[in-house]
């Protein structure tokens, strides 16, 4: 059966690129072929790049595909290599590298390729096991496999982040990665405000991570990053009513989101220690 990520059409435009490896305060250097992600996840930061790349279809109804990524970065690198040292490259910072345009255009593929030929450390992060297909060239490399989750519950998962592989799958993912010897990661986040967010919830996905041995794990909270409250409160207001407002005071109010954030960071280092992983947990709340 066709699957809702491969079924979802967003409106593809190509946009050539002059660069497609920058610096980035994430890591040495992050890259990302498109521009939008079809994955549509309500809580998507990235929506923020619409300030400076406006489209009349919102968040997750577009992809701009950067056609010529693939020649941009080998001239990158070959200009580069008196200027730019090898490094981390994070994949993507503003869009799913692996969301489901890649699995026709192979942008990403064909960059990894090249960033792994010239001694760079891909370190990837996404919600698609697509990825998979992508083993035979970071087999052997020093390149970092990580998925993100938000929650355990494939329903709940559903409504936040639509066309993402399931969440099974992205577990799935990790244990690939591990048997083809690459290192892991996982990041748990935004974890969800009072429904992914208590101490089973959060004893439930770090176990998980110890589980399969992921060897880096981070933990992010609920941000009030700009236009994230618009998608964010449209889909409260159909599936979770009883929460908008919950949500509204610990992103909007001082005084509740410090207090908010105080009982996360409690949850999620007592469930660490518990798990014996505090050494491999890093939190962003």
Partial sequence: MMSDSIKHKPVVRETPCKT??????????????????????????ARFMQRFHPHEEPWGEFVDVKANAVEVLERQLCRARAQLRPG??????????????????????ECCRLLVQHGFQVNALTKSALILRDFDIFSGSSAQIGVTVTTLDQGVASLWEPHASRVEDRFHVLEEARAAKLKTSIMFGPLLPFISDN??????????ATALHVDTIWVDAFNPRPKVWESTSALLDTQFPGLRERYRQILFQPPFRSAYLAGLRGRITRAAGRLHITDRVSTCV
């Fill in 88 to 109: 981390d490259v994070f994949v993507s910072s503003a869009c799913d590298g692996w969301q489901p345009i890649e699995r026709e255009r192979k942008l990403t593929r």
């Fill in 199 to 208: 101490d089973e919830d959060v004893y439930a996905l770090l176990e998980r």
């Fill in 20 to 45: 497609i490896l920058g610096k980035s305060g994430i890591s040495d250097y992050s890259m990302n072929c498109y521009g939008g992600c079809a994955h549509s996840c309500a809580y998507c930061y």
